[in-house]
């Protein structure tokens, strides 16, 4: 028996954090079973986000069911959106548990997290590819990021107001080789200054009277 191992694979709905957890063991102790699954499930998910600054903003929400979403795209028709499975796997021998190794565990532990992490950034760029292309919200760089391209990106937005009626601002995420070219760009000349601050007064407007209709009886 020392040299076999014991496995833990976690699967996890995507859009939750909802995990279920499969332990082979040589005897059944399910009372532990349940808390080392909440254990891992827990650590893991919480590592994965500490490790990704996009994971470590969103919030995760337990479903009791797998479900999809569905757009609709530019030209009315639904355009669906099916869930997809996210998760990872680990394993610890027999003997790293006999000796209370506990290096092997937190290795495996730490492996687990990159591997959910990466995961859940697939399915969430790809998930945010599929309702960009279905809506229209899509700007073709041709290779190459300028001033005008950001600004049609940000004109395509629609913004949120937070408590105070101010423009919650976007994040961006985007590919280090893109990031390299925002950065050679530099400072906006007084000009763009200018566009960007008649470009957040006009979606702050915007944002007002979107509230406004909707408290219309």
Known sequence: MDGSRHSVEVRSMPRASLVSVFVTMPFALPEYDRAFSAFVSETVHELARARDPVLAEMHFATVPTTVGSRVRD???L???????NVGFEMSTSVTAVRAADYDEFCIEVDQAA????????RVWVGTMHKITEATGNVVDAGGKLTFEVVYEMLDKIEYSLDENDELIMPSLVMHPDTAKQLEALGPPSP???????????????????????????
Request: positive net charge; glycine residues 4%; proline residues 4%.
């Open 191 to 217: 000009e763009q200054n200018a566009m960007l601050a008649e470009l957040r007064e006009r979606k702050r407007g915007e944002a007002l009277a979107r509230r406004r209709r909707r408290r219309l009886p």
């Open 74 to 76: 530019r030209e009315g």
């Open 78 to 84: 639904d355009v669906d959106l099916e869930p997809e």
């Open 114 to 121: 990159d591997m959910l992490a990466r995961d859940l950034m």
